[in-house]
């Protein structure tokens, strides 16, 4: 036994191929103590150096974008979860219930929203024409933007659905009008025999696309939309999931996808025999107009949706004030929810990934619970008189700032003796020293307060004056509360599954935290309020690719109704001229017509500075035309 053991220790210690070694441990378990390769990163050694409040805010914003969590997105066990994580950490802090319920409050506001272009739950579908009754999920699909009915129709045919294409090409005539019809259209443009476009060398044209052809049936009145494929088309027959993006707004009437097979049976009994798809594709590439098949050929379209439901709650707890301030507040809050695996609002389209959201915006909810922490310790020795303070966590931001409008159109406290709403959304990547500020001209006081505040930090504020902005405080700003809102900026991981918590700067976000703690300080002791001013100067601009800028805020609450409503016109620019205002309804720009925001984009994509366009609005039920000459971003 002893050579082969001696045999064991010697090839043990003897080098392995990668240059590693196995040796015996000879001072045993508890004699175990390496040494410290200075070559190797110290974690543990930088994380015991930072102060106790940059580790916590770090443990936050890890536990948070946990893919356990699923990426918080409203109506989900992560969205849960979360709530009963920011609960339990507001209570620990010694906060009280936020909100009105029994037995001393609750710390949780319940609300839902839905969310336009999202998948629905069909409760029924049905197509029959005569005797023919057609199977969903086989013979057809319910798309995307459909709506619902229950209704008999007969048919009409309109090509391409394509309004305007080359050397005078429409699918329509001038007077043509579907009212009453189900309208069968093909998809993609005129094909070549090999299933290419007669109209671009490669793919498809612009023309082609589905969102242009369902506006302009909706657009002639028609009562049902029936989409197939052309013959020529090597596509698969009925691939067109009801989930598919690029529809554009949700249409109130039924919008189905029928195979071949359906579609050349829906023709033979409605045209008498007489008609085939390809006859159909024949037709539509010479475009000229609307084929109305007898009226008394009827298809039987059925079509019942339930919309998607997104339940979920804004969770807060208060800090009670003290002395003659303690009937006003101020408001420190920030988004919890997130992006799930993607279900609005990604940047990566198609990777079903959960999107963790550490920077955006686990960083704010943890600076909102390390800020509870730190002014609930403060206010055990505060002899002042003093505000009191709601921590809140909102949920649907990433949907439209639905928690912030929930919390703004049912209140627990009156925003009218709200001092301040501090916003802390996405500053967990403070690069340079360099934060932004947001909301600076929001209150007069603002001027003198804020170098004076700054200046100890050592950090580099970059101010907007602005109180709108793409996130929570915007709706504050409009019940004239004013508001501050930090922010570390944008980077390439935004909004995708690459936000995760090992790229946030702990020991960076804690100055920040710093400083909202001083301004809080002043915020709830000073006597007087701050005085609120109206101020849109310096409204961020959205990145939408375009040159030019029309300075309009749409709301994020509409997105089914025709038309772009306006939360907010920022000052100075080509709309704030022109006299657009808040709560006017864009519905037509030039001859074209507006039904929500990517039809806007679209518009301002394709105009350069100095373009004189008219915009076609609807401001207290009253259409009105106002031109508007179109500055640079």
């Excluded at 961020?540 to 089914?560: E, F, H, W």
């Excluded at 006017?584 to 984009?601: F, K, P, Q, S």
Aim: aromatic letters at 8%; charged letters at 20%; proline letters at 7%.
């Amino acid at each position: 036994m002893i050579p082969a053991l001696l045999a064991v220790v010697a090839a043990l210690t003897t080098p392995m191929p990668g240059g590693g070694t196995v040796s015996p441990n000879e001072d045993g378990i508890t004699g175990f103590d390496p040494v410290w390769d200075e070559r190797e990163f110290d974690l543990a050694g930088y994380m015991n150096g930072l102060d106790p409040d940059a580790t916590l805010w770090y443990q936050h914003v890890q536990t948070l974008s946990n893919p356990w969590f699923g990426g918080r997105q409203p109506g989900t066990r992560g969205d849960e979860l979360t709530a009963e994580y920011i609960q339990w950490y507001l209570s620990d802090a010694g906060l009280l219930p936020a909100f009105p319920g029994d037995d001393g409050g609750a710390w949780r506001q319940g609300f839902e929203f839905q969310l336009s272009g999202q998948t629905p739950t069909i409760r029924e579908a049905a197509l029959a024409v005569g005797n023919t009754q057609f199977t969903h999920g086989t013979d057809f699909q319910v798309l995307a933007p459909s709506g619902p009915a229950d209704t008999r129709l007969p048919l009409s045919i309109a090509g391409y659905s394509i309004e305007r294409g080359p050397n005078g090409f429409s699918s329509f005539a001038e007077d043509d009008d579907l009212s009453g019809r189900a309208v069968l259209l093909l998809r993609y443009e005129p094909l070549t025999d090999e299933g290419s476009s007669q109209w671009t060398p490669s793919g498809y044209s612009p023309r082609a696309n589905m969102r242009d052809k369902l506006a302009a049936l909706a657009d002639r009145n028609a009562a049902a939309i029936l989409l197939v494929n052309p013959p020529s088309s090597d596509a698969a027959d009925l691939e067109t999931p009801q989930s598919s993006v690029g529809f554009g707004q949700t249409l109130d009437v039924p919008v189905l996808h029928l195979s071949q097979a359906t579609a050349e049976a829906l023709l033979q009994t409605a045209s008498g025999g007489s008609l085939d798809l390809k006859a159909v594709e024949a037709t539509a590439n010479q475009g000229g107009g609307v084929t109305h098949l007898p009226s008394w050929r009827k298809a039987r379209v059925t079509v019942d949706l339930e919309p998607p439901n997104y339940p979920t709650w804004n969770v807060g707890g208060i800090l009670p004030g003290a002395g003659d301030l303690a009937d006003e507040w101020v408001v420190i809050g920030g988004h919890y929810d997130h992006l799930g695996h993607g279900y609005t609002g990604s940047r990566s389209p198609g990777d079903s990934r959960v999107h963790p959201g550490a920077d955006d915006n686990a960083s704010g909810t943890a600076a909102m619970l390390i800020l509870a922490d730190r002014l609930a310790e403060a206010a055990e020795t505060d002899g002042r008189d003093r505000r009191s303070a709601l921590f809140v966590g909102f949920s649907g931001e990433e949907a439209g700032l639905h928690g912030s409008t929930a919390f703004v159109a049912d209140p627990p406290i009156d925003l009218d003796r709200t001092n301040l709403m501090l916003n802390l959304d996405m500053m967990g990547r403070l690069r340079g020293g360099t934060v932004a500020l947001n909301g600076t001209g929001t209150a007069e006081e603002f001027t003198e307060m804020l170098p004076r505040l700054v200046e100890p930090s050592g950090l580099t504020v970059l101010t907007t004056s602005s109180g709108l902005g793409p996130s929570d405080h915007s709706n504050f700003f409009k019940a004239d509360v004013p508001v501050l809102f930090f922010f570390t900026g944008l980077h390439d991981d935004y909004h995708t599954p690459e936000d995760v918590a090992w790229r946030v700067n702990p020991e960076g976000t804690l100055r920040i935290i710093d400083l909202c703690e001083v301004i809080l300080d002043e915020a709830m002791h000073r006597d007087a309020m701050f005085t609120f001013r109206e101020s849109t100067a310096g409204t961020p601009a959205r990145n939408t690719g375009a040159k030019i800028r029309l300075g309009v805020m749409p709301s994020y609450t509409t997105a089914d109704e025709p038309g772009v409503l306006i939360d907010g016109v920022s000052e100075g620019t080509s709309a704030a001229d022109a006299g657009l205002a808040a709560g006017d309804i864009i519905i037509g720009w030039d001859d074209a017509t507006i039904d929500g925001g990517r039809d806007l984009m679209d518009k301002l994509r394709s105009h350069a500075p100095g373009d004189t366009i008219t915009i076609t609005l609807i401001r207290d039920g009253e259409k009105l035309k106002l031109p508007v000459t179109l500055k640079a971003r």
